[in-house]
């Protein structure tokens, strides 16, 4: 029984050991080519002959894509995990904002991209922000929503762990509910609060289906938040149809490098997670 | 109350609480608007066809569109595709999940164990576009030689595990050791307690593990479309391309004509993942 406990465990670690060889071996071709002229190029050009990759413009669309999430998010969820682990604590009202909020995270990422296209984007038009609609803010937007329901979530179990005797104490010394908040709530669980935001963000980087339907597909260096772009997995959802050769292997590279990305935020993450909980 | 600073304390105290109970509202409103925009748009496509009948050709369909009808067919091949699909990558997934799970329970303070689980994590956060690319690797170019269901599966499996590895150890966790040690005391050996002790116990810790995971598998799309592709046919053949509901969805989205299925292809799929959770939930709740 323990020889074969054992040998499952290796089959995880064999199949992220070959997911890794797979997109190392997939990614040779291309910066056999271009070195890590890849990582730092802006030109991506598939046409025959004059082919040339660059992923700096899927690495700025994906880092800017999460950051307007984040910078959404971070006022809503965290206004969110106090009315649930503060303000209304224990109440109806808590436990059904709750529910809704964790029914945020059920809602397909496709349905996310429908939603974007046929309500927000027109929204985002008629504001005259975008002349399509689509741009780094649509999809920022919709990743906000997406994550949501993951920073909600963290931040409420850290919020509510905070002993009640600190808090006591400082009601008792006059302090108002808004000075608890700041004073002795958010100084205890600010790692926790801190680590969530790094998860959700983790989140917010491999989104795919939302992302594509928002971004506009361009494959140039967005010039403002308002400007089309696309993401690194935006990318490889929308041009992997018509790839093969070089071109794959470029995807291929992309997927690499979204891959070690995410990996170090989410290492990120849980180290923190460590070290507060210990 | 003459006191002006403890006058500005207690107003910025009220502002700030109306600050959180507005900002609350706000982010509970998107998921109203949604279901909103799903039910009032996809209602009226939700019908015994919709079930039963397979998905509509462009031309049906734009013929339907042009005489003011609703547009016939359904969604049929989708959700055999998206059951046959997720069956598979149940199968794959689950054995191999609980097993992790039990020896990360059973190994808990050993080194080589919080490797297993650092690597979890690392898989957990992998996006599943990557995976979608992985299993095109291992399977569409190695093994069946095309897209296919049986490579639609291999990713979402991939996703599935860490999901039922985490959620095994946790549940097991819960059980107290000394029902384990009972067992241990009366000279049971250890497979024996595994399976007739500590997985009974944990049932329905499992099932809601379990549950949980496939709720987050079934409306994937970027994976599928790089593995399982689609298909216009019920199709239960491992080796050939396979449609499923958000395959579907997306091909409604790609065609102008079709385009009005989208919303109750999109309602559908909402409600089952929101069913899910919501057994799920009901058996968390059963159990404590």
Redesign the interface.
């Known amino acids: ?2 020889a ?3 040998l ?2 290796v ?3 064999l ?2 050991a ?2 890794v060889y ?2 190392m071996s ?1 990614a040779i071709p291309v910066f056999k080519e271009f070195g890590l002229k890849f990582i730092v190029s802006s030109e991506w050009n598939p046409t025959e002959g004059r082919e040339a990759y660059g992923a700096l413009p899927f690495i700025t669309g994906t880092l800017l894509t999460s950051l307007i999430a984040i910078i959404l998010c971070f ?6 995990s ?3 682990g503060e ?1 209304y604590r224990g109440t109806k009202m808590a436990s059904l ?1 709750g529910t ?5 995270a ?10 974007g ?3 927000l984007r027109p929204l985002i038009v008629e504001l005259g922000w975008s002349a399509q609609g689509f741009s780094i803010f649509t999809a920022g937007v919709v990743l906000a ?1 997406m994550i ?1 329901p993951y920073a ?1 979530s963290i931040t409420t179990e850290i919020i509510k762990m905070v002993s009640n005797d600190l808090k006591e104490a400082a009601y008792s010394l006059g302090a ?4 608890v ?1 700041f004073s002795v709530i958010v100084p205890n669980a600010r790692s926790g609060i801190f680590t969530s935001y790094i998860l959700a963000f ?1 989140r917010a ?5 939302a992302v ?2 928002l971004i506009g597909n361009s494959n140039i260096i967005p010039k403002g938040i308002f400007d089309s772009g696309n993401t690194m ?1 935006s990318v ?2 929308n041009q ?1 149809g018509e790839a093969d050769g070089l071109k794959l292997s470029a ?2 590279a992309i ?1 690499l490098l ?2 070690v990305i ?2 170090i ?3 990120i993450g ?1 180290l923190i997670i460590k070290k507060y909980s210990v | 109350m003459e006191n002006p600073a403890l006058r500005s304390r207690i107003m910025k105290d009220r502002l700030f609480a109306g600050g959180v109970f507005l900002m609350s509202m706000v982010t509970i409103s998107p998921i109203v608007l949604i279901i909103y925009k799903l039910v009032s748009k996809g209602y009226r496509q939700i019908n015994f066809d919709f079930f039963s009948k397979k998905a509509p050709d462009t031309y049906e369909a734009m013929v339907a569109v042009n005489s003011g009808e609703v547009i016939p067919g359904g969604i049929l091949n989708g959700i055999t595709g998206t059951l046959f699909m997720v069956l598979i990558a149940s199968l794959m997934a689950i054995p191999i999940g609980l097993l992790i799970g039990i020896f990360l329970y059973d190994q808990k303070t050993k080194r080589y164990a919080g490797l297993v689980r650092d690597i979890v994590d690392i898989l957990q956060g992998v996006p599943s576009i990557v995976l979608g690319l992985i299993a095109y690797f291992w399977v569409v170019k190695n093994i069946t030689n095309g897209f296919s269901a049986l490579a639609g599966s291999t990713a979402l499996a991939i996703m599935m595990l860490p999901l039922i590895i985490r959620s095994t150890e946790e549940t097991l966790k819960m059980i107290p050791d000394s029902i384990r040690e009972a067992g241990f005391a009366l000279g049971v050996p250890y497979h024996k307690i595994l399976l007739r002790v500590l997985i009974p116990s944990g049932f329905s810790g499992l099932a809601t593990g379990i549950l949980l995971a496939i709720s987050r598998i079934i409306g994937e799309t970027a994976p599928l479309m790089l593995t399982a592709l689609g298909s216009m046919e019920v199709n239960f053949n491992m080796t050939k391309p396979t449609s499923a509901v958000p395959l579907l969805i997306w091909d409604f989205y790609n065609d102008p004509n079709m385009v009005d299925l989208i919303w109750s292809s999109s309602l559908f799929l909402m409600m089952v993942v929101l069913l899910l959770n919501l057994v799920s939930k009901q058996l968390i709740a059963k159990r404590s």
Do not use: C, H, Q
Request: net charge positive; glycine share 10%; proline share 3%.
């Open positions: 029984m323990k074969i406990l054992f499952a465990s089959v995880v670690i199949i992220t070959g997911m797979s997109l997939g006022p809503l969820a965290f206004s969110t106090l009315f649930i303000y904002t809704m909020v964790d029914m945020l059920g809602i397909p990422s496709i349905v996310y991209g429908l939603w296209f046929y309500v929503i949501i909600t108002t509910r808004r000075e908040i983790g980087l491999g989104e795919t289906m594509t339907m997995a490889i959802a992997f995807l291929v997927a979204l891959f995410t990996g935020i989410n290492g849980k």
